[in-house]
């Protein structure tokens, strides 16, 4: 297949279909795993503790991940994650104690490192490098979007069901996940684009250390930069709610804004994506990082709904307009031999900003106030814009390169 011939209309859905339903399954789960430890007779804190099991066992299977991936090829990879999320989320469901429940939880998390990583490769194999940014941009976005509808799919079911409707919702939107994956294309391998790339090299087996070890200064420089912007997005969570509520706003305004935000937030990842490819990474990560430092910056200062709409609406577009970013980046220098090891090893960084934001943010919050933690988010913006723009080839396309 040329980069002529290519279109993303033509893989669509078996691309991205699974992709928007493993969001919508998850999206469903997400608002009730509070509220069924709680009917479970959990404690407030354990509630908490048990939300972030899903980002804990993200965190630990990516480098499993990368094996799965390696051993077994993405599209089963794919297909294996969405079957293994289902059964967690059936497990949730009909855990009869907390210890079950919470292995339910885990196995949700530990699916979607495989699923992300493998989805990634997939995309990063078979589509043409000029699309590469749209492609990988649109991935995310069709994720967001399936997060964002699967609370009100639960809903529906939660009214007829009761709270395990909302963990059936899952199991259903993941079981049609893993069928639609079955139907996606075995597309080769894309060679062509990797110019300098010796041949007996792709050939030649990769490990995980010798990846590690061969590209330990992408990852100490760009990965870095990918780590930060990780954390600002997933603290972003926390700060629009946390200061709402410090501003004394109730739960249904505090809900608008927030859904507002993650409108803006869907609207904007195709065109940001093709920017990307037509400008260059740098031309879309660095003012996003910039728009997110600022919109964190300017959020302690806001006192009214109206404020924090405006504010709000700044971080979900700055958001909006990274979506696929880190995936971009991460695909670009993956080498072709070791590919899966290396995403493995990049989305580990990721996860391991996405667990830092949030606690960095708690931290300051806890030592100073929710205004300094906030600010301190923000500079966290700032440091990954500059990390970003240093090391992120502005004259050429292809950062790898």
């Known amino acids: 297949m040329t980069d002529d011939s290519f279109s993303l209309r033509k893989i669509a859905v078996p691309a991205f279909g699974p992709s928007f339903l493993f969001g919508l399954g998850e999206g469903a789960i997400l608002p009730v795993i509070a509220l069924t430890v709680r009917q479970l007779g959990g404690s407030v804190a354990l509630a908490a503790l048990m939300v972030t099991l899903i980002g804990i066992g993200s965190l630990v299977t990516n480098i499993p991940a ?10 089963w990879a794919i297909v294996g994650a969405a079957v293994w999320g289902a059964l967690g989320m059936a497990l949730c469901v009909l855990a009869p104690n ?22 990634q490769s997939y995309l990063t194999e078979t589509v043409p490098f000029r699309y590469r940014a749209r492609a990988l941009s649109t991935l995310g976005g069709v994720m967001r979007i399936g997060l964002f ?7 529906g079911l939660i009214h007829v069901m ?15 996940s893993a069928l639609v994956a079955l139907r996606m294309p075995d597309l080769p391998t894309r060679l062509a684009d990797e110019a300098t790339t010796d041949l007996a090299a792709v050939r030649a087996p990769a490990t995980l250390r010798s990846v590690g070890a061969g590209h330990a200064s992408i990852f100490l420089t760009v990965g870095i930069g990918a780590l930060l912007v990780a954390a600002v997005r997933a603290s972003r969570q926390a700060v629009i709610p946390l200061w709402a509520e410090g501003i004394g706003l109730d739960a249904a305004t505090t809900s608008l804004i927030y859904g507002l935000a993650g409108g803006i937030d869907m609207l904007v990842f195709y065109p940001a994506g093709k920017v990307m490819d037509r400008r260059g990474r740098a031309w879309v990560a660095v003012p996003s990082m ?14 009214s709904a109206v404020t924090l709409l405006l504010a709000s609406l700044l971080i979900g577009f700055g958001n909006g307009i990274g979506s696929g970013m880190i995936m971009t980046l991460g695909a670009d220098y993956s080498p072709v031999a070791g590919r899966a090891h290396f995403l ?18 708690s931290a ?13 988010t923000g500079a966290l913006g700032f440091a990954a ?11 050429e396309r292809h950062p790898a390169r």
């Not at 907390?98 to 989805?119: C, Q, T």
């Not at 509808?149 to 809903?155: N, Q």
């Not at 910039?290 to 006192?303: E, K, N, R, S, Y």
């Not at 300051?364 to 301190?376: D, E, N, P």
């Open 98 to 119: 907390l210890w079950a429940f919470g292995i339910g939880v885990f196995m949700v998390g530990m699916s979607s490192a495989v699923f992300g990583l493998a989805r």
């Open 385 to 395: 814009a500059a990390v970003l723009w240093y090391w992120i080839p502005r004259n």
């Open 290 to 303: 910039l728009i997110m430092g600022v919109a964190m910056t300017l959020t302690p200062f806001t006192h």
């Open 344 to 361: 493995g090893l990049w989305r580990l960084m990721s996860d391991i900003g996405s667990t830092g934001g949030p606690a960095l943010l």
């Open 364 to 376: 300051v919050t806890a030592m100073l106030s929710l205004a300094a933690g906030i600010w301190c």
């Open 162 to 176: 009761g709270i395990g409707g909302a963990y059936w919702a899952g199991v259903g939107a993941l079981a049609l």
């Open 149 to 155: 509808l699967g609370p009100f799919v639960a809903a």
């Open 66 to 75: 990368s094996l799965i991936t390696t051993r077994y090829g993405e599209r």
